[in-house]
């Protein structure tokens, strides 16, 4: 018998994710898929691209990539070809969110997760401040 609830409602009442030791070769391709995304958005004419490191802090993802595009069809043209590049290179899941026309695609890439977005809708939701790494740091007592 299956227990009550959701998926993230028994994720929350697990507790936080123990961090998973990665063996060199995992981290190598990590690296590589993190190169080929920024160097893509880059290739795209994507703004700001900022790479946060959630390494034991998030069980989703170990990276978080941050992008910012012109307008729609930029940004679901820098998707398309993200997902096109991550495929070639043998990545076997890469899910799309939102390309049909919004200020905000999110890319599922696995241990990677890519969120682009038009300046506006970054300035609002601002997942930058929500995990940046300077949250990590206690504040100084005064």
């Not at 398309?80 to 939102?98: M, P």
């Amino acid at each position: 018998m299956k227990a009550p609830g959701t998926p993230r409602k028994k994720a929350a009442v697990a507790g936080p994710a123990k961090a998973v030791k990665r063996e060199p070769a995992e981290t190598s391709l990590l690296e590589k898929y993190l190169s080929i995304i920024t160097e893509s958005i880059a290739d795209n004419k994507g703004e700001d691209i900022v790479v946060l490191d959630l390494t034991g802090r998030a069980a989703f993802a170990d990276r978080m990539v941050i992008a910012t595009g012109l307008a729609d069809r930029q940004i679901a043209a820098m998707a398309a070809h993200i997902e096109r590049k991550l495929g070639d290179a043998g990545s076997k899941r890469v899910l799309i969110e939102g390309a049909s026309g919004s200020d905000w695609v999110l890319i599922d890439a696995g241990d990677i997760v890519v969120h682009l977005f038009k300046a506006e809708a970054r300035a609002m939701y601002g997942l930058e401040r929500m995990w940046g790494a300077e949250l990590d740091v206690p504040p100084a007592e005064g």
